[in-house]
């Protein structure tokens, strides 16, 4: 494991033993969670080896530690894949120009209109997206050369645009921690975050370390056309390029008579 990966899987860890709950009977503590030899008696593990865990100074923990630091922490799905991810021996590659997938291409031109569709990157960037999608997040894919879902998230026309902007920023920065597996240690992805550590908002959520991936639901809009729309979206990884995700959004409003939207598509 590189330095970077060894300090954030001591973060991580540090993080989740301060959300669990002491024993009841407990004398009163000066910080929340449990104590490292708790968490440690929990996982089967020594003490010194668990301390060095989240001081970044352990060698690299077998599969069989992580499955019992997993069940100890009460890790979700997301979140196990996340620690085993930070674990990993192996070198991370740099961050590379990502090319839309054929077969998303493809599957953007089957939809009906108006489902808007749009393709996302290892760690958001927008690759590609449809007039359906232009038109319903306004502003979204203008910001640069490649925008970004992060960026346009944190950004005024958003917070303008989702009624329920604070959850779409929760699952924005848990899905770009989770990247934070792979990618810790790519300079690149340590720039967006430090330009993205400057917003106030973004700032005070990234020290969670919440972690999820593939966050489908439902969205309520204020669209400036349209009006308050309800939107259910669905995120569906891209079989033949694993780093990419096709979001589908369906208008669950019809849309007026007088509003008409194309079938292209943009990439960037």
């Known amino acids: 494991m590189r330095s970077a990966r060894r300090r954030e899987l001591g973060e991580f860890l540090r993080e989740r033993r301060g959300r669990l709950t002491p024993p009841a009977a407990d004398e009163p503590r000066r910080t929340p969670g449990l104590r490292r030899a708790e968490l440690a008696d929990l996982a089967g593990v020594s003490v010194g080896y668990y301390t060095r865990l989240?001081?970044?100074?352990?060698?690299?923990p077998s599969d069989s530690v992580l499955d019992a630091l997993i069940r100890a922490l009460g890790l979700t799905d997301d979140e196990s894949d996340h620690l085993k991810a930070l674990a990993a021996d192996a070198e991370t590659p740099a961050i590379e120009a990502q090319t839309v997938s054929e077969s998303a291409l493809r599957t953007m031109n089957f939809l009906v209109v108006p489902t808007a569709a749009v393709v996302l990157g290892r760690i958001g960037e927008v690759l590609a997206w449809n007039d359906a999608a232009a038109f319903l997040f306004?502003?979204?894919?203008?910001?640069?050369?490649?925008?970004?879902?992060?960026?346009?998230?944190f950004g005024t026309a958003a917070r303008e645009l989702y009624l329920d902007w604070d959850e779409v920023a929760d699952d924005v920065v848990a899905h770009l921690r989770a990247a934070a597996g792979h990618l810790v240690d790519d300079p690149e992805y340590a720039v967006l975050v430090e330009e993205l550590l400057a917003i106030p908002e973004f700032a005070e959520r990234w020290p969670r370390r919440d972690v999820r991936r593939h966050v489908s639901g439902v969205r309520r809009l204020n669209h400036p056309v349209l009006g308050i729309l309800t939107v259910r979206h669905e995120v569906l990884a891209v079989l033949d390029t694993p780093d990419q995700y096709l979001v589908l959004y369906g208008l669950e409003n019809p849309l007026p008579a007088d509003v008409e939207i194309s079938g292209a598509v943009s990439t960037s």
């Open 138 to 153: 306004p502003g979204r894919f203008s910001s640069g050369p490649r925008p970004h879902n992060a960026r346009y998230a």
């Open 54 to 60: 989240e001081q970044g100074r352990a060698p690299h």
